[in-house]
């Protein structure tokens, strides 16, 4: 389960201040995964790095049940002058997994051949989007945070993710960011909206997207917007 108290986070910018979260207060339960909607800047990056526990809150609190993944997406988990390997044996040691299976688990999933020992800042992004994945699916989480790296990929390894994941989400839940709604139906059956600094969480995942659509096509309307 995940759980905010009272949670605040904001940025400043040259605009002035961001506010990704207002006193924001609510429960995340066992057994749902859940897509998170929300337009441009509106810090749904910034929520899985909170969620993940690499970024801290302004102030309040964010409780985790189980053992939560690193943020899938978030550039920061991999180091560059490391090999994949290399980064792999790290993540396996942080996290307390057997190195040899995991290293194996890895190289078999990823499929990157030789460049499996050589330094990630020399991978594309499908590359590094295939060993994160791998990696991340190396080690059992509770909880798996994605954020929109699934776009990342040919179709074949898309598949690939999409099936490792169902065969997990029998015992793991699954947080996801991502623009792409037949993704976000594949992962998720509930549904939140981050905006104007609320997170709004659905049961339903049809109506969090719903309410999502209706404030884009707002925001792009002027006659849609209150007087």
Not at 91 to 99: F, K, N, Q, S, Y
Not at 144 to 149: P, R
Not at 160 to 168: G, S, T, Y
Request: net charge negative; glycine share 8%; charged share 25%.
């Amino acid at each position: 389960m995940i759980e905010m108290q009272q949670a605040c986070k904001a940025y400043r910018t040259i605009e002035g201040s961001r506010v990704v979260l207002d006193d924001v207060s609510l429960a995340i339960p066992r057994g749902h995964s859940v897509g998170v909607l929300g337009a441009n800047g509106a810090g749904k990056s910034t929520l899985v790095r909170l969620l993940a526990g690499v970024e801290a809150l302004d102030r309040g609190r964010i409780r985790r049940g189980g053992t939560v993944s690193f943020p899938l997406g978030f550039s920061g988990t991999l180091h560059p002058h490391l090999s994949g390997r290399e980064n792999v044996r790290f993540l396996a040691r942080v996290h307390g997994t057997d190195e040899a299976e995991t290293l194996d688990y890895v190289e078999r999933f990823a499929e990157l051949g030789e460049y499996f020992r050589m330094k990630v800042e020399t991978y594309s992004s499908g590359m590094l989007a295939r060993l994160a994945f791998g990696a991340c699916l190396a080690i059992e989480f509770d909880l798996y945070l994605i954020d929109e790296v699934t776009a990342v990929g040919d179709a074949q390894f898309r598949r690939k993710c999409l099936a490792a994941f169902e065969e997990r989400m029998d015992r793991s839940d699954v947080i996801l960011v991502s623009h792409d709604d037949s993704t976000m139906r594949a992962y998720c059956d509930m549904g939140a909206v981050l905006a104007d600094g609320r997170l709004d969480v659905f049961e339903e995942l049809e109506a969090a997207m719903e309410v999502h659509a209706w404030r884009m096509r707002r925001a792009a309307s002027p006659a849609l917007r209150p007087a």
